[in-house]
């Protein structure tokens, strides 16, 4: 991700109207110098449904998180009281572990690589849910912000909730474990972030979804969606059952004075 003051480096892809599309997108959701001085968000966890939660076992082989922490800038994610009172789920550049004070419980340096093959068809264990949830959270947080370090390839045009969209389909670099590189965003005329088209990695290349965000709210400055639903998808069309979804109350920024403790590195 670009480090300057200003979103576009010298040597940046976007231009033209795909620079146009995303620096109207920028400041919708707050602007480059508030992303910079985030610190982290706090959401209470209202839901945590959907088909594939559903039949890897939300409720039996691993809780729902009840309060999430992110902070997007670093791509880190906390569940607190997670999976049981008193532990952490922490999630961060696509390691997890649970922990109790500093005690590590569980730790998976890999955890995509899990995923592969016949395994991915298993139910989720609470370390599972972990990876899932963060690295959805850490990527959708992130955005639009993070598509400065994307390479725009390609304009699209969409509908969504009766909603006309624009949409650029960019080249991200390998920082977004639970998608392929390939991914199309869609915003709506006031250059709010409505619909992210994907795979979902960790279910199989051909499991195309469209996550779909609404009800946003200003957090420290920043838009912050409080609904992501991810529906099933065939090309542009937006299929109706829920895959995933998970809505948030109690929205609020961190103080800068409260940071969050890196990941203790695996490797």
Not at 53 to 67: D, I, L, M
Not at 86 to 106: C, D, H, N, P, S
Not at 203 to 219: I, P, R
Not at 233 to 248: D, I, K, P, Q
């Amino acid at each position: 991700m670009n480090d300057e003051t200003e979103p576009f480096g010298a040597d940046t892809p976007w231009t033209g109207d795909a620079r146009r599309l995303l620096a109207r997108a920028l400041a919708r959701h707050g602007g480059w110098a508030a992303w910079r001085a985030t610190n982290g968000i706090a959401l209470r966890v209202v839901t945590l449904a959907g088909r594939l939660p559903e039949s890897k076992g939300v409720g039996v082989t691993f809780p729902a998180p009840t309060r999430v922490e992110v902070w997007p800038a670093r791509g880190l994610v906390v569940l607190q009281d997670y999976p049981v009172a008193g532990q952490r789920g922490v999630y961060a550049a696509g390691q997890v572990q649970i922990l109790e004070g500093e005690a590590i419980l569980e730790a998976r340096a890999d955890p995509r690589g899990s995923f592969k093959g016949r395994r991915a068809g298993r139910g989720w264990s609470a370390l599972d849910a972990l990876y899932v949830v963060g690295a959805s959270l850490a990527s959708a947080h992130a955005l639009p912000f993070s598509l400065t370090s994307a390479r725009p390839m390609s304009f699209r045009g969409a509908r969504s909730q009766g909603r006309p969209l624009w949409g650029v389909e960019v080249d991200v670099p390998g920082t977004t474990p639970n998608h392929r590189l390939e991914q199309t965003i869609f915003f709506d005329k006031e250059g709010f972030l409505r619909r992210h088209d994907y795979a979902l990695a960790f279910v199989g290349w051909w499991a195309s979804v469209a996550e779909l965000c609404d009800d946003y709210v200003d957090v420290g400055g920043l838009a912050v969606a409080r609904r992501r639903r991810t529906v099933g998808r065939l090309g542009r069309f937006e299929l109706g059952r829920v895959a995933f979804e998970m809505t948030f109350d109690d929205v609020a920024a961190i103080p800068a004075a409260a940071p969050a403790k890196p990941l203790l590195s695996l490797v």
